[in-house]
């Protein structure tokens, strides 16, 4: 016969209180001080794969899980509901493609492989400078048709990335990097981890940056080379 209280029923408090204590909210002024105050304050022990997290980030509500496991770094921002981040579900990539067309000082028109699916998916790069889409801008698409406002100059070098047809996976379109920005550090995170890690475009001031040259990938940490100033605009883009 088991000893100490056994009740028949189950107990309600009189005033409602959060049933799952754990899942904070936690908050900080940026995503890595309010996720490193949540990893710091959920025992590794009660942790579980899926476990929902609740963030407050600048005033902001944001909701966190623990998606791929339970360390700490596999706390990223729940993508269905993230506005930074969006989940597409179902579509295809095509990653630094360089388009048919010749960069002679005299040519507009350059053909991509697929037709970019949603038209406002293309990046379209020269020099590794984002072009602007727009009649008043860089360039106009028409279906896989891109048609340059001005011819590019002899050896320049385009490259382009865009969603296309159904596949299945996620992408981050154009997130914000998280980090400090004050002219020394150098240390920035991202929600993910790109998979595959090529899938990563970085931009600083809308600038393409190069992995292994002007920053380094490990898991969702970028290490730059250069420390960005607190106004420089950072922003990534990857499947993952």
Known sequence: MSTGLQLPFGIQPVNPVPVD?????????????????ANSSIPA??????????????????????????A??????????????PSVTTVSWQFMETPSGLADDENTIFTLANSPSPTNSLMLFVN????IQGVDFDYILSSNVVTMNKPILLNSRIVATYSYV??????????????????????????????PVGSL????????????????????????????????????????
């Not at 794969?49 to 600048?58: F, G, T, Y």
């Not at 590794?128 to 072009?131: D, K």
């Not at 380094?216 to 993952?240: F, I, K, M, Q």
Request: charged content about 15%; aromatic content about 10%.
């Open 21 to 37: 204590t754990w899942s904070g909210p936690y908050s900080g002024a940026d995503v890595s001080t309010a996720r490193a105050l």
């Open 45 to 70: 022990a009660i942790r579980f794969q899926s476990m929902e997290v609740r963030l407050i980030v600048a005033s902001v509500a944001r909701k966190f899980w623990y998606r791929d496991g339970v």
């Open 72 to 85: 700490d770094s596999d706390l990223v921002e729940f993508s269905s509901s993230s506005s930074t981040s």
């Open 128 to 131: 590794g400078v984002l072009q």
């Open 166 to 195: 159904q596949s299945g996976t996620s992408i981050s379109w154009m997130e914000s990097v998280t980090g400090t920005k004050n002219g020394l550090n150098t240390v920035f995170t991202i929600s993910n981890s790109p998979s």
């Open 201 to 240: 475009m970085f931009f600083h001031n809308g600038v393409l940056q190069v992995q292994g040259a002007d920053y380094t990938l490990l898991g969702n940490t970028l290490t730059l080379v250069l420390p960005p100033r607190e106004n420089d605009n950072l922003s990534a883009t990857y499947s993952y």
